[in-house]
């Protein structure tokens, strides 16, 4: 599908601007990822995080490297520090190419994403108080649209809707925000423009 080469080429003219500073006035919560990206025997795949099962809020939801924010730390700065913190891999291994647009989340966080290409994969140290382990899911995987279904999930208000969703090992699912972000970085790719 694309070499590392093609991809550190073609990303930044299709990404948006790393973002500097959060986004002002919205009232939510503000918190930041990074979707890595890895080249590795078997082609370019992405990398996540499963989250553990035991957790009070998001529990064993698949994720990407990130979190809230910390006092007056850059957007950047704060998924490069959870980053870190969740996979055990330096935040320098990480070579940021752009941003997707934020989004916000079921939970009120405003989410920053941005992308990157991982120079040095594995052995992950995924952080125990959080983290299950680290998968590495194939571009080509997500990238497959008959293997993507619609999640109908409620709110608890009541409400019902539809949300992307992909079935992974060992019936682990991708879906909300995450999701979302990957489906924005698969149309990044396709030279969709992004909004």
């Excluded at 990822?33 to 990398?47: E, F, K, M, S, Y």
Aim: hydrophobic share 45%; glycine share 8%; aromatic share 6%.
């Amino acid at each position: 599908m694309f070499s590392f080469e093609a991809l550190r080429g073609l990303l930044p003219q299709r990404l948006l601007p790393p973002i500097p500073a959060w986004e002002a006035g919205h009232g939510l919560r503000d918190a930041a990822v990074i979707a890595p990206l890895v080249a590795l025997p078997t082609g370019i795949h992405v990398i996540y995080t499963l989250r553990r099962a035991d957790l009070t809020h998001h529990a064993g939801e698949v994720s990407f490297p990130g979190g809230r924010r910390e006092g007056e730390e850059a957007p950047l700065a704060c998924a490069l520090r959870e980053f870190e913190e969740e996979t055990g891999l330096a935040a320098a291994s990480v070579e940021i190419l752009g941003a997707l647009p934020a989004r916000t989340s079921l939970a009120r966080y405003r989410v920053q994403p941005f992308v990157g290409l991982l120079h040095a994969a594995a052995p992950y140290v995924p952080q125990e108080s959080e983290v299950d382990r680290v998968l590495e899911l194939p571009l080509s995987v997500l990238a497959d649209e008959a293997a993507w279904e619609e999640l109908e999930v409620e709110r608890a208000n009541g409400q019902r809707f539809k949300m992307p969703s992909l079935r992974i090992d060992e019936g682990a699912l991708l879906w909300g925000l995450t999701a979302r972000f990957t489906l924005d970085l698969l149309a990044c790719l396709r030279g969709t423009p992004l909004r």
